[in-house]
Structure formats: structure tokens, C-alpha cells
């Protein structure tokens, strides 16, 4: 049998078929994708809680602790700018520059290099 020798019937049969598929496979990667970006949200979220409260204490430190915090709220950031690029609003366009998580970046690279060398 060929598909020249499909009833009408048969046609409709398969095509449902086929929208069914194509429906099933656009479907199922944006729900792990989801998934995932819920996931790295919360994960990021938690570091920058983390990042602040570091920063709090080694403000009554000394300046070696307050670099090493510095640091590492700059790797979280970096982190933060690459899951809003991807898991962004749909209102944003995925993969563009989030300028509140690049001047942030760009304010503790400076203070890293000009205050801790």
C-alpha cells in the first residue's frame, strides 16, 4: 500500500497522526527547558542571597574578606546574567544583554581591581 492508495478517511487518520507528533515533540523540549530554568532561577537566587549576606559580614572584616566576597558576588553575577539571557521573561528577547546584571558585574570588577589589586 502507498500513500496514493489512502482513502480520504485513511488521510485524515494520518495526518492527526502526524499534528499529534509534531505537537507532542515542540512540547516536550520547552517542558524540560522550563524545568531547568526553574531549577538554575531558584539556584542563582539562593547564591545571591548567600553572595549578600557574606558581604554584609565582611564589612566588619578585614580587607582580604571583603575582596574574597567582592569575587565571588562577581562569578554569581556572571552566572546570574547567563540564566536571565537564557530563562528570561518571554516579553524579553532571550540571549540579549541584561544591563542591570552587566553594570553590577562591571561595578564589582572595578572594585575588586582597584581595591584588592
Not at 500500500?1 to 485524515?12: C, N
Not at 537566587?45 to 565571588?72: I, Y
Not at 558585574?105 to 584588592?116: H, I, N, P, T, W
Amino acid at each position: 500500500m502507498s500513500l496514493a492508495d489512502l482513502t480520504p478517511r485513511e488521510w485524515i487518520t494520518v495526518a492527526a497522526v502526524v499534528a499529534a507528533a509534531v505537537a507532542l515533540l515542540t512540547t516536550v523540549p520547552w517542558q524540560y527547558q522550563h524545568s531547568a530554568c526553574t531549577t538554575k532561577v531558584v539556584e542563582t537566587r539562593t547564591a545571591l542571597a548567600r553572595s549578600n549576606d557574606e558581604m554584609q559580614a565582611a564589612e566588619a572584616a578585614g580587607q582580604t574578606a571583603k575582596c574574597s566576597a567582592w569575587r565571588k558576588r562577581a562569578d554569581i553575577l556572571k552566572e546570574v546574567a547567563v540564566v536571565a539571557g537564557t530563562c528570561g521573561p518571554p516579553q524579553q528577547t532571550r540571549g540579549a544583554a541584561r544591563p542591570q546584571f552587566d553594570s553590577e558585574l562591571g561595578f564589582y570588577r572595578r572594585l575588586v581591581a582597584e581595591q584588592c589589586g
